[in-house]
């Protein structure tokens, strides 16, 4: 008899102990999708590829093979739904801005004037980071990469 009520005692603990842990990974699997925004880090890799070796090495190359890339991505980051943090008037101002602007930096490579290109380049960059900041909040993010 005592060995039956300790071995349903230890089946209802095992129950509590899966049930509890299913709780919490859901709950973690929600705030991990709360701390996601896809365009952004869609965005992000493509801004990586063309201004890190810019900034490393004064190389454009990138940057122009990119240009056309950083457009799409830009309207794309725009038009797609935002983030219920980042749903807001500013936002959406910098993400048309960016887009904008990543406009005129494709057109600015096909004009073929590398000290032009640049300073668009470093304009697109700098307005992704603001971007960024709105979205980590101005704090507790790291870069990879140093500016």
Same mark, same amino acid.
């Given at each position: 008899?005592?060995?039956?009520?300790?071995?349903?005692?230890?089946?209802?603990?095992?129950?509590?102990?899966? =049930?509890?842990?299913?709780?919490?990974?859901?709950?973690?699997?929600?705030? &991990?999708?709360? *701390?996601?925004?896809?365009? #952004?880090? $869609?965005?992000?890799?493509?801004?990586?590829?063309?201004? +890190? %070796?810019?900034? $490393?090495? =004064?190389?454009? =190359? %990138?940057?122009?093979?990119? !240009?056309?890339?950083?457009?799409?991505?830009? @309207?794309?980051?725009?038009?797609? %739904?935002? %983030?219920?943090?980042?749903?807001?008037?500013?936002?959406?101002?910098?993400?048309?801005?960016?887009?904008? $602007?990543?406009?005129?930096?494709?057109? &600015?490579?096909?004009?073929?004037? $590398?000290? !032009?290109?640049?300073?668009?380049?470093?304009?697109? +960059? *700098?307005?992704?980071? +603001?971007?960024?900041? #709105?979205?980590?909040?101005?704090?507790?993010?790291?870069? @990879?990469?140093?500016?």
């Amino acid at each position: 008899m005592k060995q039956r009520n300790l071995f349903c005692m230890m089946c209802v603990i095992a129950t509590l102990a899966l =049930a509890c842990s299913g709780k919490k990974q859901e709950a973690h699997e929600h705030d &991990t999708a709360a *701390d996601e925004w896809k365009e #952004m880090d $869609d965005f992000h890799m493509l801004m990586a590829e063309a201004f +890190h %070796p810019y900034k $490393d090495s =004064a190389n454009l =190359a %990138p940057a122009k093979e990119k !240009a056309e890339a950083l457009a799409t991505g830009a @309207e794309q980051w725009k038009n797609a %739904p935002l %983030p219920e943090k980042v749903n807001n008037d500013e936002v959406k101002a910098a993400l048309g801005q960016l887009a904008t $602007d990543a406009t005129a930096f494709a057109a &600015t490579v096909k004009e073929g004037d $590398d000290k !032009a290109i640049g300073e668009s380049l470093n304009k697109i +960059h *700098d307005e992704f980071h +603001h971007i960024q900041e #709105m979205w980590y909040g101005g704090h507790g993010h790291e870069h @990879e990469h140093q500016h």
